[in-house]
């Protein structure tokens, strides 16, 4: 087959679809790779790395599409690129469908075979291709919550994990997922005081052994959260339902009560965000003030670290990637289940409920729809 990696198009999206090691082991076992000159120029891949790898690299995005069977990236297609997807194109890459209809039905339209990377299951119902970039965006969101607090940043002018004589800061994490997990890793060895809340009292558990007293476990149906967060110095939402919009756990009347400086990192913007205040923003301008809380949403955050994040992404995408690139999306989807959970879109149907639910669509069942 031949596999086409667009340059990434959103605004400081840095990362690329395969690094060249991947495109060299996916050559290695008869297919022809596309790379879009420089594509992985910002990431630290430069194109005598993929044509030493075997790979041709075209000058446009249009001849990648153009001539492409699988269209391999990180982020959702943008517009201009919706446009230039062929009928029956693969395209594999991260959708979050859920919260943005515009692009649901522009890909609908092309009648193409749509994975999306974060809707892929395990057979413990685990998430593996969105885990490696949530990991990142958890560890990201301390250290950009701890810039956040500084004075400059409009700020409460504080140090995240204290000084001596001085109290740490109380970050509180909604989640205890793999974002949660890794935005406490960051957290309790700035030494900031740690709130960890979710639903799962078995999740919390895991969590207490892994951290012990570094952190204090919030069952959600027994605390009093918005109390919880008007104490806290620095918020990160890491809350998610596979593929559907993230709740609105934190509302504008929590965030008035909120310390002035306080600062909101809301992880789940992809899927819209689960506080009622987000707005999606970039690297360029990451944050902006409601009620005296800054607010940081960055849509992209680990394109941020764009080499760290592309190395880890294929390490967990290239297994699935030359399945579907060997034997075809028919057989491959027929045969393992857990990557026909990544169907989205298919020639025209949706197949993920959570998409179709959200917008009103009709929805039909993937294992249905390939039979």
Known sequence: MKIGVPREIKPQENRIGLTPESAKTLISNGHEVLIENNGGFEAGFDNEQYKKAGAKILDKAEDIFNDADIIVKVKEPLSNEVKMIKENQIIFTYLHLAAAKELTQGLINTKSICIAYETVTDKNGRLPLLAPMSAVAGRMSVQAGAHCLEKNQSGRGILLGGAPGGEPAEVVILGGGV????????????????????????????????????????????????????????????????????????????????????????????????????????????????????????ANMPGGVPRTSTIALNKATLPFLSKLAQFGYQKTLKEDENFLDGLNIYKGQVTYKAVADAFGLNYLKAKDILN
């Open 179 to 298: 974002v949660g997990e890794n935005a406490a890793i960051i957290a309790t060895g700035m030494r900031a005081k740690v709130y960890i809340v979710d639903k799962s009292e078995a999740r919390l558990k895991q969590l207490s052994q892994i951290f012990g007293d570094k952190i204090i476990p919030q069952l959600s149906e027994k605390t009093d959260l918005e109390k919880l967060v008007s104490n806290c110095d620095l918020l990160v939402g890491g809350v998610l339902i596979p593929g559907a919009e993230a709740p609105k756990l934190i509302t504008k009347n929590m965030i008035k009560k909120m310390k002035r400086g306080s600062v909101i990192v809301d992880v789940a913007i992809d899927q819209g965000g689960c506080v009622e205040t987000s707005k999606p923003t970039t690297h360029a301008e990451p944050t902006y003030i409601v009620d005296d809380v800054v607010h940081y949403c960055v």
